[in-house]
């Protein structure tokens, strides 16, 4: 299994990117996630938000955002460099 190639946090709200790679290039993805404390004390991990989820994790979106076009940049500028 791959690893992330970035995960950011806020609080119990997670946001990983995942680097993909194809014949066609390479793509990034976002999974969000919230951790939560179950009855038997087990932590757990849902895609599910409550209203005052939102805001944090627009932020985290607003991150991760950033933080691809940060690397879609690098790599233009490194696949430029290797042609």
Do not use: F
Not at 20 to 42: L, M
């Amino acid at each position: 299994m791959t690893s992330p190639a970035h995960k950011i946090r806020i609080g119990n709200l997670q946001a990983v990117i995942w680097r993909n790679a194809s014949d066609k290039g390479t793509w990034y993805s976002v999974q969000c996630s919230r951790s939560y404390k179950a009855d038997d004390d087990a932590w757990r991990e849902t895609d599910s938000l409550g209203h005052e989820d939102l805001l944090p994790m627009a932020k985290l979106l607003d991150l991760a955002h950033t933080w691809i076009m940060h690397q879609v940049a690098a790599d233009r500028k490194a696949k430029k460099e290797a042609a």
